[in-house]
């Protein structure tokens, strides 16, 4: 079991796939038929722990395989970047949490996620009488907007960020002067984003692949943007099957690397 109680900020990756996961159903291209398991890549999303607490950033289709696989003994808090469903899917396993902490669970969205979230899981939001007595997940959803929000021992705050044609959240997380940014669907560096990054000591972002895409970010327009931010430390994440991860780590350039499922580090 993966333990929650150090006091420096750990992170753990439970995906660092994009939406199809990896390998693709059918498919035997080199990365789908390796056998190195950096390659397997479920769904993205990120376990952030310190201190005791727990912050969930995005609850993926592939959630219950990923708490089975690490052991996840506690969530204290969801933050959700999109209402896509790669990104939110497994929200109802949340209510396991429920029943093992006896207590209901925080989420931070901005406004667009919180709609989304209502369609798709309106039991979840705005149960039915009928409903209110069904075995569902308790969370109490919190809309951010610009405001810095306390999350545990984090300092959180957020910023709306472009994902082709809908939006998506980077999140900044800090504790005791140090900063982690998460964003794993971007289309474009704006230049509030580039500033939102800036100087950071550890920024995990989207680069889904080396042809361009219409909703996220190239792997070489993800390192650039790091590199120019000056971050100490880079990630890519959200990955495709066209490279394999032992080839692809060969050629990002420091202080880049590329994230893999169960990834664990510090910051």
């Known amino acids: 079991m993966i333990s929650t109680g ?3 900020p750990r992170v753990l990756v439970l995906g660092s796939g994009t939406s199809t996961g990896v390998p693709l159903i059918g498919c035997r291209c ?18 952030i722990t310190c201190g005791g607490f727990a912050a969930l950033i ?4 592939d959630f219950r395989q990923q708490a089975l696989r690490h052991e996840l003994p506690r969530v204290d808090a969801i933050l959700l970047t999109h209402p896509h ?12 949490y429920n029943t093992l902490q006896q207590a209901s669970i925080p989420a931070y969205v901005r406004d667009f ?3 989304g979230v209502s369609r798709m899981f309106s039991y979840i939001v705005a149960p039915t009488e009928a409903q209110k007595g069904m075995y569902r997940p308790q969370i109490e959803f919190h809309e951010t907007g610009d405001a810095t929000v306390d999350v545990g021992p984090f300092s959180m705050t957020s910023l709306e960020i472009p994902h ?9 997380l800090e504790h005791q002067g140090r900063a982690f940014v998460y964003a794993p669907d971007c289309s474009e560096m704006s230049d509030a984003f580039r500033a939102f990054i800036r100087g950071a000591d550890c920024v995990m ?6 042809r361009e895409h219409a909703g996220h970010l190239t792997i070489e327009n993800s390192v650039a943007a790091m590199r120019e931010a000056g971050v100490r430390r880079g990630f890519i994440t959200h990955i495709s099957h066209d ?12 202080p880049v690397a590329a994230a893999y499922d169960g990834l664990s580090f510090e910051w």
Not at 90 to 95: A, E, F, K, V
Not at 164 to 172: E, I, L, V
Request: proline letters at 9%; glycine letters at 4%.
């Open 6 to 8: 150090s006091k420096t």
């Open 30 to 47: 080199e990365v789908c038929a390796s056998r190195d398991p950096r390659d397997c890549r479920l769904r993205s999303s990120v376990y």
């Open 58 to 61: 995005d609850v993926s289709p």
């Open 85 to 96: 469903a790669d990104h939110v899917f497994g929200l109802d396993d949340i209510r396991r």
């Open 113 to 115: 996620t919180f709609r």
């Open 164 to 172: 082709g044609p809908a939006r998506s959240t980077a999140f900044k």
């Open 205 to 210: 972002l989207d680069g889904l692949r080396d």
């Open 243 to 254: 490279i394999p991860h032992a080839r692809l780590e060969q050629r990002l350039p420091p």
